[in-house]
């Protein structure tokens, strides 16, 4: 069973930054897509990152866009999540997945088979 571990959340104000990890175990994420989401109560689950785990191609949120950076650390077996200039509007749950999606399903929550336990990101006015 792919077990997926995220850590990093936390709280920080506005303007500040955070820098999720998301780590595997199991087969790894060889082969593998993986998304970032997030999620607030009451709420569906928000694409923000995916990244393919040996390809440059990445994929962003327009609400993310230009301040959050995805990346990947093979040796690791770990994918991160930089958010720099965070608005409360930020404010979430954040879970990796990782999945083999259909690449027009690639942002939608349901095309992920793995999903980690979720970290708390709360960002202050």
């Known amino acids: 069973q792919e077990q997926l571990v995220e850590s990093g959340g936390g709280l920080v104000q506005a303007g500040g930054s955070l820098r999720l990890s998301c780590a595997a175990s199991?087969?790894?994420?060889?082969?593998?897509?993986i998304g970032w989401f997030r999620q607030v109560p009451g709420k569906e689950r928000e694409f923000v990152a995916g990244i393919m785990w040996s390809s440059p191609y990445t994929d962003f949120a327009d609400s993310v866009k230009g301040r959050f950076t995805i990346s990947r650390d093979n040796a690791k077996n770990t994918v991160y999540l930089q958010m720099d200039n965070l608005k409360p509007a930020d404010t979430a749950v954040y879970y990796c997945?990782?999945?083999?999606?259909?690449?027009?399903?690639?942002?939608?929550?349901?095309?992920?088979?793995?999903w980690g336990q979720g970290t708390q990101v709360t960002v202050s006015s």
């Open positions: 199991g087969r790894g994420f060889s082969h593998y897509y």
């Open positions: 997945a990782s999945g083999r999606p259909p690449f027009s399903r690639s942002r939608a929550a349901d095309s992920y088979d793995y």
